[in-house]
């Protein structure tokens, strides 16, 4: 069966997460995806976190599936010519260098277009442009500056960063799109053009309800779902929710049995407003049904902390599964606090290709995340990473480098 990406070749001057999760996506729906890397080091996370001795980290191999490696010094001018050679025969380059990095190279905008002008160049940047547009950003800066830290932990304490790669995979996710998008408006104008994704657009994106609550609490002073109200206060800006829920569906955290020995003991529960009534008769509080001060969504919201109370006392009776089992077939929204133990051993992500075991030539056999995107016509076959420059040579002579030529360039340090 075709992928749906065949044929569409990607010049991947990416590096540590954001840029790779975006190309490994666009790999995972057919494109050939190659990974320019520095000659001798390679992206930075092959040896970052290692845990086998001498093989590339799990950070690399889980973010560089099925692609190529070659190797270039593309401050050598040598090595600048196979990477225009690269440039000319690649649909889109993309990259998440420092800013101007890829200009110092000598590859600007404008020369790529010269080379080509149907290349899509697509960058994953900290910052758009602004005041800060030439800093460099990781991850939690990314999730410091878009929103989500100010608006993650608990009111009586600091803000928190989340586990979720909001700033790195997220934007990568974000590129990808863009990308597409591209590919898909060149089909008509025949033209490349640039795509942008900065980190902190995109955790901003995803903290757009938080943008919406902060013009909410403008308007009114109070926001009746959050676990402020009605006994705390309210500043000027969206505070810290806990774990209450997003929406106008209150939830929160739950222990269940075993939480004193066990930290993931615990699951989400939503009170949602169309099953009250079997929440009621669950946790065995059925006057709760048609009291006036639980009966209906608003006469609950300012008893919500002593209403989750009680249906811990419930939950508590029960492991997280049970309790799962039980409030499914009731059609009450739940979900288990699962660890990444629990996650990896999961038969059922394991039969949807969600996760995979993968073998590897150095490091042998070990587990990854796969496409979480499934197409029904462009199914995902999940391949290891590529060791350091294994397709040099390969590439190479699809450029049209022959074997002298090859081996001068690497006598010369260029690849
Ligand atoms: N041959 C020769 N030189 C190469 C090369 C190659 N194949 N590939 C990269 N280089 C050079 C670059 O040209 C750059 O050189 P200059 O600084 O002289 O211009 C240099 O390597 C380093 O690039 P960098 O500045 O991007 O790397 P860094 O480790 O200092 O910074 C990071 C890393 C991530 C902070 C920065 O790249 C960045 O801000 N990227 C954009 C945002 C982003 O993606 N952040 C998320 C990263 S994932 O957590």
């Known amino acids: 069966m075709g992928k749906a990406l065949d044929g569409v070749r990607i010049l991947d001057f990416t590096h540590v997460q954001s840029g790779p999760t975006c190309t490994q996506l666009l790999a995972w729906f057919g494109a050939d995806v190659i990974k320019v890397e520095r000659a001798g080091a390679g992206d930075i996370t092959r040896e970052q976190l290692r845990d086998v001795p001498g093989a590339d980290s799990l950070y690399f191999t889980m973010l560089n599936h099925n692609k190529r490696s070659v190797t270039i010094d593309t401050k050598n001018p040598e ?28 590859f600007t905008w404008e020369r790529i277009q010269e080379l080509n002008p149907r290349m899509i160049v697509a960058s994953v940047k900290g910052f758009g442009p602004g005041p800060y547009e030439d800093c460099k950003v990781y991850e939690n800066v990314a999730q410091c500056v878009g929103g989500a830290a100010s608006t993650t932990g608990f009111d009586d304490g600091p803000p928190v960063v989340t586990g979720a790669q909001i700033g790195d ?19 008509m104008t025949g033209r490349g053009q640039k795509v942008l994704a900065a980190m902190q657009d995109g955790v901003l994106n995803l903290c757009r309800v938080k943008l919406r609550d902060q013009q909410r609490l403008e308007r009114t002073g109070v926001m009746k779902e959050y676990p402020q109200y009605p006994n705390g206060t309210f500043g000027e800006a969206v505070p810290r929710a806990g774990n209450a829920s997003g929406g106008g569906q209150p939830g929160w955290i739950l222990k269940c049995k075993g939480w004193e020995h066990d930290p993931n003991a615990y699951i989400y529960f939503i009170t949602q407003a169309p099953v009250w009534v079997k929440i009621c008769n669950v946790i065995g509080r059925e006057e709760w049904a048609t009291h006036p001060d639980y009966a209906t969504p608003d006469a609950r919201l300012p008893r919500l902390k002593d209403i989750f109370a009680e249906v811990e006392r419930w939950t508590m009776t ?43 030539p150095v490091r042998g056999k070990y587990l990854t995340v796969g496409n979480p995107i499934k197409l029904s016509d462009s199914p995902t076959d999940v391949k290891r990473s590529p060791l350091l420059g294994e397709h040099t040579d390969e590439v190479m002579a699809e450029l049209g480098y022959s074997r002298e030529q090859i081996d001068a360039l690497r006598t010369a340090g260029a690849i």
Do not use: W
Request: net charge negative; with cysteine.
């Open 79 to 106: 090595g600048k010519l196979v990477l225009e050679a690269l440039i000319q025969k690649c649909d889109v380059l993309v990259e998440n260098f420092a800013p101007g990095a890829l200009d110092r190279m000598g």
């Open 169 to 187: 995979s997220g934007t990568g996710l974000h590129l990808a799109l863009g990308i597409v998008t591209a590919l898909y408006q060149r089909t």
């Open 318 to 360: 029960k492991t997280k599964f049970e309790a799962m089992e039980i409030l499914n077939e009731h059609d009450i929204p739940c979900g288990p606090i699962l660890s990444m133990k629990e996650i990896a051993e999961d038969e059922s992500l394991r039969k949807t290709g969600t996760v995979v075991e993968v073998d590897h």
